[in-house]
């Protein structure tokens, strides 16, 4: 079973609306962490933002928001006010379990990302 | 100052021939790691090292062996390379106390001809 699913292989947005990407995940380990990244055309995995398992309210970082629905087991990526320079892919990864050296990052499939003038 | 830094960004070489990556960073975390994304853009984990000591190796072929001398510096060779070998690598790194992110090179880009 897929540990990480991104159901959305691409998304338009129009330039100042904000965009959701999906995000779903699948684990038994109350201790994890979910991420997004963001990989423009020039290759580069960004970091963006992180959520832990144990953590009460969503996570935000400037214009990124995570929202965060662990009944469902979903983290959803809001991008508010987007700009052309958001146009990328967009990962969402998770972390299960906190011991060291084992905290690889399971990734999803990506979605695309294009931000119209 | 760049975290996470690899070396070559771009790589062409014939099937058969050995190569290495390098990869450094100066973050001062003790685990490091090799990513692999195919041609489809999908990204897994290869080896993950946590002071110098291979923690994890995801059903990777051996001709592939990662070296770390040193915990800022995880390398990676590549024997008798196969054109499925054609991807890009990304070295990645992270403090194990910090759990919150990983810190990802530019990437090789590998091409096998």
């Known amino acids: 079973a897929q540990k990480i699913t991104q159901t959305q292989p691409g998304m338009f947005v129009q330039e100042k609306e904000a965009v959701t990407l999906d995000c779903t995940y699948d684990?038994?380990?109350?201790?994890?962490?979910l991420f997004w990244y963001k990989q423009p055309s020039s290759g580069e995995m960004i970091f963006l933002i992180y959520?832990?398992?144990?953590?009460?309210q969503n996570a935000t970082e400037g214009r990124y928001s995570l929202n965060f629905q662990k009944a469902r087991k979903s983290a959803n990526l809001v991008i508010s006010a987007s700009q052309l320079g958001d146009s990328a892919m967009y990962f969402c990864a998770m972390r299960e379990g906190f011991s060291g050296g084992y905290n690889k990052l399971i990734f999803g499939a990506g979605t695309r990302l294009a931000v119209h003038p | 100052d760049t975290a996470v830094s690899q070396t070559p960004k771009y790589l062409v070489t014939q099937m058969g021939n050995d190569k290495s990556i390098k990869c450094e960073q100066n973050?001062?975390?003790?685990?490091m790691y090799w990513y692999k994304q195919d041609s489809k853009k999908f990204l897994k984990i290869m080896f993950s090292?946590?002071?110098?000591?291979?923690?994890i190796n995801e059903t990777v072929p051996n001709r592939f062996s990662p070296k770390s001398p040193d915990k800022a510096h995880l390398n990676l060779h590549i024997n008798s390379l196969e054109l499925g070998d054609s991807a890009v690598y990304f070295c990645?790194?992270?403090?194990?106390?910090?759990?919150?992110?990983?810190?990802f090179g530019q990437g090789t880009r590998l091409t096998v001809v």
């Open positions: 959520q832990g398992s144990y953590d009460q």
């Open positions: 990645a790194s992270s403090h194990p106390e910090s759990h919150t992110e990983a810190f």
């Open positions: 684990t038994s380990d109350p201790s994890y962490g």
């Open positions: 973050l001062g975390h003790d685990t």
């Open positions: 090292y946590n002071n110098k000591e291979l923690i």
